[in-house]
Structures are given as C-alpha cells and as structure tokens.
RNA sequence: GCGCCCGUAGUUCAAUGGAUAGAACACCAGACUUCUAAUCUGGUUAUCUAGGUCCGAUUCCUAGCGGGCGCACCA
C-alpha cells in the first residue's frame, strides 16, 4: 500500500469535485521544498491557463474553498500548499507496520545476469560494483512483486586463461598450498605476471597459443590443468558472494555454452540470420543502424556472442521470462543492442535489456586487470575490515571476539556495498580508498548508527513492543511530522528507484532519514516521563528502523544490532 | 569520421520542467553531569559557452568547447 500515492489521489479527487472537473491527476503534486511550506504542493501555472484566471488567484480560490479535517491547504503565490495534519502521522505508521506494499510484477518472471566475472583473473573494485548493483537490481525487482532469478555468467574460457595458466607452468608466481581460496586470489597476480612476460619473452605468445589450442581440445594436461585452475576461482567467487551474502539461482559458465553456440551459428547461417563476409561469419545490421557484428573469426575460432546467443536460447528455454536483464558495463553497450537484435531476429520477443554502469577508476586513473593498476576485492575488504575492527575495539572494550569480528563484518560489507551503490549508474566512480574508510558523511556507517542508536534506545525505553504499537499519544513536533512525511515515502522511492534502475536514489532517501533522526534525537527528549508520549516516540523509532531496514535490504546490507 | 555518456561549490556527488540549485568531504567556530559525540549547530563557495522552446530550464532542442567510452575478427 503507497499511501503518499493514496494522499496524492486523494488530494486530487477533492480538487477536482471543487473544480467540477476531471483535471488534476496525482502526479501533478510536488514536494515543497521546504517543510515550512508544507508537505505537498500543487503548481497551478497550467491549470489557471486552462481555467482562464491567474495562478495566484486560483490558488485563493482553492484554499479559501477547501475544506477538508485531514490536510490543510494554503494559497502561496502560483502554488497551493498542503499539510498533513498530525492525526494523519498516525495513520502512516500504522500503514507501514501491516507492511503490505504494491506488487506490480506478480505473475512476471525476470532473469538477471551479473557478476559476470573472468575466471583466472583478479577479482576487482569492477566486480564489487557489478555485483552490488545487480544484486540491488534483483531485490527491487522482488519487492515490485516479480520472481526474480538471479544468475552468475562466468568467463572461464578465454585466451586470458591461457595466460594465466602459461604463467604459472612457467612458474612465474609461486603458488602456496593454501586454501584454494587463496589460490583463485593468486591467480590474479599470475594473469598480471603474463601479460608483463609476454611482452618480454618472444616464445611466449606461441606457448599461449598451443595452451589455449590444449584446453579447447578438452583433453591432456593443459586441460586438467585448466579444470583444476578454474576450480580455485570458482571457489574464490563463492566465497567472495558468501561474504556478502549474494545469492545466485543458477550459474552459466561459457565454456559449457561454445558447442551449442556453434551449432547455433550453424543454424542461422542456414537461416540467413548471419552470413559469411572476408572470411568471418557476421551478424550485418547495418540496416539497423548497428554495424557488424563479427561472431566467428576467420580462422573459425568462437568469439562471445557464440556463447552468449546460446546461452539466451538457454534461458528461455528453462524460464518463461517475461524480461531478460543484463548488467555489465557501459561500454558494452552496442554489444547489447547488437545482441538484442539478432535474438529478436531469431524471434524471442520476451523484454530484453542492457542495464549499464559506468566503471570504477582510480585517483591513479583507469584500472586495468592486464596492467595491474587494480584494487583487488580482497585487499580492500581486508583494510576496510581493519578499521572497523580496531575502531570497534576501542570503543567497546567489553565485546568478546565473535562479536567484534559479526559487527565488523557487517559494516565491511554495508560500507563496500554503499560506496558502489551510492552514485548513479551513469557516473563514473573515481574511488578513492581513503574517502571509503570515513565513517561520517553519506555512508553506510551514518545509516547503521541510526539503526543502533534506536536499537539502544528502545531497549532502554523499558516497554514490549506490542506496547509501543498501540501507543496512542500524539505526535506532534514538527520534526515528528516531518519524520513521518518522510517514511510516507519510502514506497514511492523504491518504485522510483527500480524504474529508473537507479538503487541511488534509495541510497539518497535513506541517508536523508537517517539525517532527520540524528536531528530529532539531538533536539527532542525521547525517553520521557509521560508514558504515553514515550511510547508514541518509541513507535516512531521503530517504524523509522523498519524503513531503515527494509530499505537496506533493498540494497543487499544488513543493520548491526550495536555498534 | 560516426555514435553513446558526462560537464553543477576547492573535491566527490544531488535536484519526475517548478518556489531561495541541495548534501557530504575539506576549512573555521561551537555543543557530551542528560537517551551511543561513529552525533549535532553555525559560517564561506557552483549550474562549460552561445542560441532556442516554455509562465518557468541544471533538466528539453540546436551548435560549439572540454572529458570519457564505443564503432570487423578484445571480452
């Protein structure tokens, strides 16, 4: 239930039988932009044309025949005002803690690929972005109501493995006997390790060519050795997506996708879909205004659409998807579209779409697996889980390890997940390590004490909860009923927030909640000697830790108990 | 050359075509005998340029400038 959307029609509706007409619709409200002016605003620039009168007259007009209990209207040049009354604030709490909210996807099926890492190479800042955002995308998709599976496409076939593996016969970088996860990590600094030998040693690009030739035999020992490699990083994924508990339904690796792929080449060559040209088989979409897409080299070697066309087949033919979503970097976006098209030519008409992020740079500028200017996962959950771990030492000289190392986890993860959902897709993250570890500003430490400081207050306020759900006692601060303004929200941002595909704004929302609470916890006595307003506070606080929390679950983060 | 994205405060980012362009960081000055100071309060600073549409443009259109990224055998 949208109830800001309820308050909108039902603003509406009030107008227009004034008006005696059918013109204002909800979506023609605003937020004031100053809580003094109100909650709602209606510009009437349009509607007086229409009328044929002056904005500033009509707004009188209106307010001075308004004349409804539950919201007052206020005349304010070219715009009417509304404000809730505080009898209302009530009615919003009570709407959240039934916790029903709209479904609009039910009965729809949506897949969405992320995490689309590469086997054999380092796990890095990109990925974090990727994962974190896809994983977002997911949850919205979910709170709309749809059945949503998320799915991992991992690259574990390209000449990159050859590399790495070349790197390691030739023993450029020790490997340890360590868990395999330490291995998957490893890996990385081989792939580095080979790109920078390859420039020196002439021999080499030849060995990495009889490698890649060796593992696409699938026989012999540069196959087991691929096959035992792959496994380490595979096993660094799943305990990478373990520590930020990230779940996937089902995972596709592309080299279990070439065969199909090729057969499916076959298929559409047949079919005219794709044609042979200067010796490589094409997609032509110059008449869609798409260029060429090159599927097969000329000398007959697979290149990714091979996998990718036959992976879709794939997933169409498991799921009856209604939408069919992939996350991968911007710059892949001709790609897509290029993909698209031959998949609708082929006559998939399910919804099909690329959703973009810009990459992650560093200060250093742009990052790069093959030059190494990375910041690997590993390294920055590591520094970051430090400075959680001693800051929390410090401050809480009584918490036994387990605790120190749960909380610790928590922010690591909420902090890393933050950062990268924080900005807008479309915007290029320059990431700066140092700005990361801050825990004041617009992070997720900001939001998370929010969540403990109404946690410890609660607990000390003495009362049940089913006590402070049927508190009775009046709310009427302005800052409560700004506070509970702002909660009415939530519903509407994460509509928004999944129809632009933007888990920012959600971001934005959250920070702005936890920014009124700091505000009313500093200004307003809560733990009060009249009973009744106590708890009428307290189920305040809690509604704003439902929202708090719910809305962090949005972006895959978890809130600590203490902090 | 063609296409896509981005140009907002010293820096990093906001602003479904609406009221005085908001935050955060940094800098300066303050607030814990009282619910967690990982907090709060106050102070200084900005829409790349030129046109156009509109009652109204950071937002939409055109041209230019600056940066990034794509565009036939990388993934």
């Known amino acids: ?76 040049g070219a715009y009417l005002n509304f404000r809730l009354s505080t009898e209302w604030n009530k009615e919003v709490l009570a709407n959240i ?7 609009i996807g039910e009965g729809q099926e949506v897949m969405i690929e ?34 949503v599976w998320p799915v991992s496409y991992i690259n574990d076939f390209g000449i990159h493995v050859a590399k790495t593996i070349w790197a390691l016969k030739r023993g450029f970088v020790p490997m340890t006997e360590d868990a395999s996860a330490d291995k998957g990590f490893l890996l990385g600094q081989a792939y580095v390790e080979a790109v920078k030998q390859l420039e020196i040693l002439p021999e080499g690009p030849a060995e990495v060519s009889q490698i890649m030739q060796n593992i696409e035999a699938r026989t ?15 096993d660094y994924f799943a305990s990478i997506y373990q520590e930020l508990k990230i779940e996937f339904a089902e995972h596709y690796y592309e080299s ?28 032509d979409l110059e008449e869609y205004g ?18 990718d066309l036959a992976l879709a087949q794939e997933k169409f033919r498991r799921h009856e998807l209604t939408k069919s979503l992939y996350v991968v970097d911007v710059r892949q976006s001709l790609y897509f579209k290029q993909l698209f098209k031959v998949l609708e030519l082929m006559g998939y008409r399910a919804e099909m779409a690329h959703l973009p992020y810009d990459f992650v740079k560093l200060p250093s500028g742009m990052m790069s697996s093959r030059t190494g200017n990375t910041i690997s996962y590993r390294d920055l959950y590591l520094k970051v889980f430090e400075k959680f771990k001693n800051e929390i030492a410090d ?60 946690n410890s207050v609660l607990s000390k306020s003495g009362l049940e909860t089913s006590a402070i759900l049927s508190a009775g006692g009046d709310l009427s601060q302005a800052l409560e009923s700004r506070l509970v303004a702002k909660l009415a929200q939530f519903e509407e941002k994460i509509e928004q927030s999944a129809q632009a595909a933007n888990p920012s704004e959600l971001a934005k929302y959250l920070y702005e909640l936890a920014q009124l609470f700091n505000d009313y916890y ?40 203490q902090m």
């Open 220 to 234: 012999g020992e540069d196959y087991d050795l691929w096959t035992t490699t792959r496994q380490w990083s595979l």
């Open 395 to 454: 401050r809480h000289v009584d918490w036994d390890e387990d605790q120190m190392i749960e909380t610790a986890r928590i922010l690591t993860v909420a902090t890393l997940k933050f950062e990268m959902l924080k900005v807008g897709a479309d915007k290029v993250i320059c990431f700066d390590v140092d700005e990361a570890l801050r825990f004041d500003g617009f992070t997720a430490s900001y939001l998370e004490y929010v969540a403990a400081r109404i």
């Open 114 to 147: 992320y995490s689309n890492a590469n086997t054999h190479k380092e796990y890095h800042l990109g990925h974090l972005r990727n994962i974190s955002y896809g994983d977002a995308m997911g949850r919205l998709y979910r709170a709309a109501g749809f059945k």
């Open 256 to 283: 279990e996708y070439i065969e199909a792929g090729r057969a499916l080449v076959d298929e559409l060559l047949k079919k005219g879909i794709l044609r042979e040209s200067q010796g490589a088989i094409i997609a």
């Open 97 to 103: 803690e039934t916790g029903e909210n709209e479904r």
């Open 522 to 561: 500093q200004t307003v006595p809560l733990l009060v000697d009249d009973s009744g307003l106590r708890a009428v506070r307290m189920r305040l606080l809690l509604n704003i830790r439902t929202i708090l929390q719910n809305g962090l679950e949005l972006l895959g983060i978890e809130i600590v108990r």
């Open 1 to 76: 239930m949208n109830i800001w959307k309820q308050v909108k029609q039902q603003l509406a509706a009030e107008l227009n039988q004034q008006l005696e007409k059918d013109i204002i619709k909800p979506g023609d409200f605003i937020l004031t932009p100053d809580a003094s002016l109100g909650d709602l605003a209606l510009p009437l620039f349009v509607l007086a044309k229409d009328l044929q009168t002056s904005p500033a007259k009509l707004a009188i007009d209106l307010a001075a025949n308004w004349n409804s209990d539950w919201c007052q209207a206020e005349a304010a």
């Open 290 to 307: 798409l260029g060429v897409l090159v599927v097969l080299r000329a000398d007959g070697t697979a290149l990714y659409p091979v996998a």
